[in-house]
């Protein structure tokens, strides 16, 4: 697939179904295989009211970057390297589907992301490689409850904590990593904004690093960093998620 041309993929549910497809305006052309496939269609086209979007990519393993962005720093010394963490899948939800807070978590906050996602193994990747191992990008949210990230050793449940992962509508590719639009709104109001060329290490910075410790493999998606000062979720919430390029992940909250 040629480097310049940009393809909206998407994993679908149409009629009972769960599908890859590629999203062309309101279209929904269904393929065979999977998002890393040769993306053949089938012939199967589908209106976007007639289907529900699922997460894009069923990811072996998330990677995420903490403090990348000056705005989120705050008072906090800057990283001399990126600073890398796990996410566990069991936290993955796709577009639409709710983010449900946890009844004795505390605050929990949105934390509006690009999300990169690997389409072959990669290892020991130089920055200058690392765009011929991304698929595409994506939008994410990687809702973090900001007392246990404070208060526990590890951020197993902070970070992964079930629903704790947002990632869709669908990965657009063709896209130049240092140049995308965040913009996070609450309920319709904007509470993030900022773009990628703000981040302290680029993304292809961090996914080169990511590598030189650890195999990346098709699928594996890496969260990028949240910009600024992010805002609190509460039961009843929209939190919406947009990226220049890509489209909007909009997520509703929900009590646990
Ligand atoms: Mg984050």
Not at 23 to 42: A, N, W, Y
Not at 146 to 174: N, V, Y
Request: aromatic share 6%; net charge negative; with cysteine.
């Amino acid at each position: 697939m040629a480097r310049n041309t940009s393809l909206k993929i998407a994993r679908v549910r149409a009629e009972g179904r769960t599908s890859t497809a590629i999203i062309r305006g309101r279209r929904v052309h269904l393929v065979k295989g999977g998002p890393l496939g040769s993306l053949q269609e089938t012939g199967d086209i589908y209106p976007m009211s007639q289907v529900e979007l699922l997460a894009p990519i069923q990811p072996g393993k998330i990677v995420a970057i903490g403090l990348n962005y000056y705005t989120h720093i705050g008072d906090r010394t800057i990283p001399s390297k990126p600073e890398p963490f796990l996410k566990a899948p069991n936290s993955l939800i796709g577009p639409s589907s709710s983010i449900i807070l946890p009844p004795n978590a505390g605050r929990v906050d949105e934390e509006g992301e690009v999300v990169a996602v690997i389409s072959r193994r990669a290892k020991n990747l130089t920055e200058d490689q690392v765009d011929d191992y991304v698929l595409g990008y994506t939008c994410g949210n990687d809702v973090s409850a900001r007392e246990w990230q404070a208060g526990d050793l590890q951020w197993w449940r902070a970070k992964s904590s079930d629903t704790f992962t947002a990632m869709g509508p669908w990965i657009t590719t063709g896209l130049d990593p240092e140049a995308i639009d965040i913009e996070v709104r609450l309920n319709g109001k904007e509470v993030q904004k900022a773009s990628t060329s703000e981040m302290i290490y680029s993304v292809r910075a961090c996914i080169a690093f990511i590598t030189s410790a650890m195999t990346l493999e098709p699928g594996d998606v890496v969260y990028t960093g949240t910009p600024g000062a992010t805002s609190q979720l509460s039961a009843g919430d929209i939190v919406e998620v947009e990226l220049g390029g890509i489209g909007v992940l909009s997520n509703p909250v929900a009590a646990g």
